[in-house]
Structures are given as structure tokens and as C-alpha cells.
């Protein structure tokens, strides 16, 4: 059964520094999402990606954070200078429905620890 | 602004006990609305939603517009029910707003 996966699935990155974290969602699907869940808080919506634009995005995507599909493949999510309120795990999404809600597809997440 | 309130942080049950875990949500529109549930050490992963109106692992949810809310049951729990249930709205391509979760713990 096709899946989302992510890598890395464990980041160590010093405050500061850029970190790419990526993505391949389920081939034949349109539609991309960045979530992210803070340790014991709700799982946040970020961004969604659909015909290579950002189609919505959140207040917690600011400058810092940007998305890109490089190759067709792959869906990337860039904090260009982490800060230490940036750890969090972060989950990729994919959804193939063409008009409706659908159901997203969720990859095993990506925890990212800043220090 | 969308808003969905699971009440319950924790939710401890025995065995063959009811359950249900609350959702209430303020959308504007005609929201889907879906309960997500994730296992230990799993990712994320549909458990139902309401257009579909079909029972998943024993759990059901009605869609209540009146009281906008959309609580997950099930008759007699079991031990692999244990898990994070998420309670999520979305319309169209928009994306899902996700409650703040619910653990339910099922105790033999």
C-alpha cells in the first residue's frame, strides 16, 4: 500500500542554523501539507501546496519556514533559522482527491529537536 | 475562525466499557468532518468520517449540526482502542483544523 515518508525521522540542529525536512508524498496525489505537533500540544496546521503554489498557509508560516516541490517527487519544508520554539514533530500530508475534503494521507512525522 | 474543542484529555476505561469521546467545532460553512486516531509509535490515520456513515472497528459518529458537535462511540472498548483520537473539520481543499486530541486508555 502506498505511503507518505519522511526523513529525517529524528533531527538534532542548533538554534540558528536551516534545516530541510522532506517529503514524498503518494504519487498520483495533488495536494501537500505541512502539520506540525509541539510535545503535548495539538497537531498544527503549517501549509498547503497544491499545482506548485501555496494555495493556504497559517500564522505560524512565517518567513522563516518556506515549501517547495523540487522535482516532482519530493515536497521539502525549509525553517531557514530554527529558533528554539521550532522543535516540534512535523508531519507531512498528501491527499489525492480532486474536488472534495478526501482523506490526507499522513507520513510517520519528522522530530526535529533545536538546541 | 474554525475551532474544534475535545474536552477530554484523557479518557480511562475498562474493557468492555462504553465509550464516547467528545468533539464540538465552530466552522463557517458546511465542514467534513473526520476522527483521526493514532496509534502508539503510528503515524496518523483515518478512522472514519461522517459522510460515510459507516462504523469503523466497532466506532460510529453522528454529525450533530444543530449542537456542531460530532462525538465518537463505541459500545464495548477494547484494549487495542488505546491510542490518540483527533477530531478534525475540513471543507473542500482547505485544510483539516485537528482538535487538541483525546487519549483514551482502555484497562483490561
Known amino acids: 500500500e502506498p505511503e507518505v515518508t519522511q526523513t529525517p525521522s529524528h533531527q538534532v540542529t542548533q538554534m540558528g542554523q536551516e534545516v530541510i525536512l522532506r517529503c514524498v508524498p503518494i504519487?498520483?496525489?495533488?495536494?501537500f501539507y505541512w502539520y506540525r505537533q509541539i510535545l503535548g500540544q495539538k497537531v498544527e496546521f503549517l501549509v498547503s501546496?497544491?499545482?506548485?503554489?501555496?494555495?493556504?498557509k497559517s500564522e505560524i508560516f512565517d518567513d522563516q519556514f518556506s515549501v517547495e516541490r523540487p522535482d516532482g517527487s519530493n515536497f521539502t519544508l525549509k525553517i531557514r533559522s530554527t529558533k528554539l520554539e521550532d522543535s516540534a514533530m512535523y508531519f507531512c500530508?498528501?491527499?489525492?482527491?480532486?474536488?472534495?475534503?478526501?482523506?490526507?494521507?499522513f507520513g510517520e512525522g519528522s522530530r526535529l529537536t533545536v538546541l | 475562525a474554525q475551532r474544534v474543542t475535545q474536552p477530554e484529555k484523557l479518557l480511562s476505561v475498562f474493557k468492555g466499557a462504553p465509550v464516547e469521546l467528545k468533539c464540538n467545532y465552530s466552522?463557517?460553512?458546511?465542514?467534513?468532518l473526520f476522527w483521526y486516531v493514532q496509534y502508539s509509535r503510528q503515524r496518523l490515520q483515518l478512522l472514519l468520517r461522517?459522510?460515510s456513515r459507516e462504523s469503523i472497528k466497532g466506532f460510529t459518529a453522528d454529525l450533530n449540526k444543530g449542537e456542531t458537535s460530532f462525538h465518537l462511540k463505541k459500545p464495548f472498548a477494547q484494549e487495542e482502542d488505546s491510542a490518540m483520537y483527533y477530531c478534525?473539520?475540513?471543507?473542500?481543499?482547505?485544510?483539516?483544523?485537528f482538535g487538541s486530541g483525546t487519549r483514551l486508555q482502555v484497562q483490561p
Open positions: 478534525a473539520p475540513g471543507t473542500g481543499r482547505r485544510a483539516l483544523t
Open positions: 504519487s498520483n496525489h495533488l495536494y
Open positions: 500530508a498528501s491527499k489525492g482527491d480532486g474536488g472534495g475534503t478526501g482523506e490526507l494521507f
Open positions: 461522517h459522510i
Open positions: 466552522y463557517s460553512g458546511s465542514p467534513e
Open positions: 501546496f497544491y499545482n506548485n503554489e501555496i494555495s493556504e
